[in-house]
């Protein structure tokens, strides 16, 4: 029945076609591209004049759903046009994995090279595909809840270092679980969309009573994210075993944090103003089946965790992260080369903690990996970090520093996965700050 995924191991084993590192497309792939036919991600797109719809990055175009089914191109998928004629990936993916996984495969078999099917109805093709320039992307998802974690050592010791004792860095139940805090899911944007600089309250060190103003010490957060499909019902949980067939794909994600205003308020119940003015991610859902080839080996986890949260084989993803601060003059600073490979904890371990107490997840919830920090300054993945708490700036190209970042600032983060010559890429997610209201 839709709305529930019943887990099977003949799903996990069954043959994912789109994978195939030798296929090519009848489309142009230019040369690095996010996107050739081995990743073919979901989003959202609209264009001049019409809805928004449905959509699949091959190349530099995109390929358009909801045209691809009037046409009659989908044959034998139990989608009907509203799965495609909407403004979100919900209703795709609330067919669960194992149909998502096999339509992804009918769309690589119909961009393939060697299939006439679609490449040779030039008609058709002209109404299927369109260039990714002349489109303005949307959210995704549907977004209901929105979890954060806190999965990276580095950046958790380094944290530790600067707030608390630098010989204790990491609290004590740290190693023990994910730790996770509930964000809010109404102010995650898409990329592009600009945010303005938060208000809230905080408190200098040396003075006795806070302050009313603008946010001081605005930094992103280097993040990958996961979109789920639907889980179990309440009161059941999602084992690490399991927790592959409940996720759909990943997207880069910067978790704006206002440090000044958070320092104030998060005794003793942790993030709230500083973190849920906007959120913001990139346009481009990557399955999680397109990312399989980037499998790599996790963390050595001392202490061993508690069963629930052991796992077998090799579940981090090797995905390069660079982050960017284009100035006001247009000049682009690279400040971090970073990797999701530094994760101390699982997608799946993050999900299977999520659930173990019979928390029920939906279609469409979002999980944050947290920010995320490698073991040297230049793969630090936050302001707080790169600078030092502001002791250590930034020198960008035009001859000005940063400790956080400025009004007009714009934070650009992108992410890939490279491997024997396939590289598969999830777009950018970009975002200028704008001064206060």
């Not at 809230?200 to 990958?224: M, Y």
Request: proline share 6%.
């Amino acid at each position: 029945m839709r709305g529930t995924v019943i887990f099977t191991k003949t799903s996990v084993t069954m043959n994912i076609r789109a994978n195939d590192p030798n296929r090519r497309s009848w489309v142009e792939v230019p040369k690095g591209s996010d996107f050739p036919i081995q990743n073919l991600p979901f989003g959202v797109f609209k264009t001049q004049g019409e809805k928004p719809r449905v959509g699949v990055a091959i190349g530099n175009k995109i390929l358009d759903l909801k045209a691809l089914h009037v046409l009659g191109h989908l044959p034998n998928q139990p989608f009907n046009i509203n799965a495609f004629d909407t403004d979100s990936l919900n209703t795709m993916m609330s067919y669960g994995k194992k149909i998502v996984r096999e339509f992804r495969n009918r769309i690589s078999d119909l961009l393939e090279e060697n299939n006439p099917e679609l490449r040779d109805n030039h008609n058709h093709v002209a109404q299927v595909l369109v260039e990714q320039a002349e489109a303005e992307m949307l959210l995704p998802v549907q977004i209901g809840d929105y979890t954060d974690f806190y999965s990276s050592i580095d950046h958790a010791t380094n944290v530790g270092k600067m707030f608390r004792d630098p010989e204790n860095a990491l609290l004590p139940n740290w190693k023990h679980l994910p730790v996770g805090y509930h964000g809010r899911s109404s102010s995650i944007v898409s990329s592009g969309t600009a945010i303005h600089r938060p208000k809230g309250q905080s408190k200098a060190p040396d003075q006795e009573l806070p302050s009313f103003g603008p946010c001081k010490l605005l930094d992103f957060e280097l993040e990958t994210g996961f979109f789920t499909f639907p889980g179990k019902p309440l009161g059941h949980s999602i084992s690490t075993e399991e927790a592959d067939e409940y996720i759909f794909g990943m997207v880069l994600l910067n978790d704006w944090s206002a440090r000044d205003i958070q320092t104030w308020e998060y005794v003793p119940l942790g993030p709230f103003l500083a973190k849920n003015f906007a959120s913001s991610i990139s346009s481009w859902v990557v399955t999680l089946d397109a990312l399989e080839p980037f499998r790599t080996k996790g963390a050595t986890q001392v202490p061993a965790v508690l069963p629930y949260l052991s796992y077998q084989g090799e579940k981090n993803i090797d995905i390069h992260l660079e982050v960017i601060i284009q100035t006001p003059d247009g000049n682009d600073n690279t400040i971090s080369n970073s990797n999701n490979k530094y994760m101390y904890w699982t997608i799946e371990q993050q999900l299977a903690h999520h659930t173990v107490n019979g928390c029920n997840i939906r279609c469409g919830d979002f999980l944050g990996s947290g920010t995320i920090s490698g073991p040297t300054r230049d793969t630090f993945g936050s302001m707080l970090e790169l600078t030092w708490k502001g002791t250590q700036p930034l020198k960008m190209k035009d001859g000005s520093e940063r400790k956080f970042i400025n009004d007009n600032d714009t934070v650009v983060m992108r992410g890939y996965c490279e491997k024997d010559g396939l590289r598969i890429g999830f777009g950018e997610v970009k975002t200028k700050v704008l001064p206060a209201i």
